[in-house]
Nanobody, 127 residues
Framework: QVHLVESGGGLVQAGESLRLSCAAS????????MGWFRQAPGKEREFVAA????????YYAESVKGRFTISRDNAKNTVYLQMNSLKPEDTAVYYC????????????????????WGQGTQVTVSS
């Protein structure tokens, strides 16, 4: 099992930026694809971004493409989500998740493929 702890959320105004971090403990982080998801009140949890185990492939939801960047530092067991040009509709609890199939060639964008989840960090964007 991988224990995940998100940080970096907060309250910002529209147009501003935040960087979320997700620190992982447990074995094998560098072998796992990682994802960021978010859930707004009354809505389903939705995919935001994902990165493969080596960091050379990234995937984004259309709604965040060009504004958000996912990256990872395997030496620090950490995955990041840089969020620029934030909009009120980005308001949600953001979760990181680990897909514990090692060196998987396919990166999934839906929740059932992810095994471990963090507790989430709140991002609120005011207009």
């Amino acid at each position: 099992q991988v224990h995940l702890v998100e940080s970096g959320g907060g309250l910002v105004q529209a147009g501003e930026s935040l960087r979320l971090s997700c620190a992982a403990s447990g074995r094998g982080f560098s072998r796992f694809a990682m994802g960021w998801f978010r859930q707004a009140p009354g809505k389903e949890r939705e995919f935001v971004a994902a990165i493969n185990w080596s960091g050379n492939k990234t995937y984004y939801a259309e709604s965040v493409k060009g504004r958000f960047t996912i990256s990872r530092d395997n030496a620090k067991n950490t995955v990041y989500l840089q969020m620029n040009s934030l909009k009120p509709e980005d308001t949600a609890v953001y979760y990181c998740a680990a897909d514990r199939a090692p060196f998987r060639r396919v990166v999934f964008t839906s929740t059932p493929y992810y095994d471990d989840w963090g507790q989430g960090t709140q991002v609120t964007v005011s207009s």
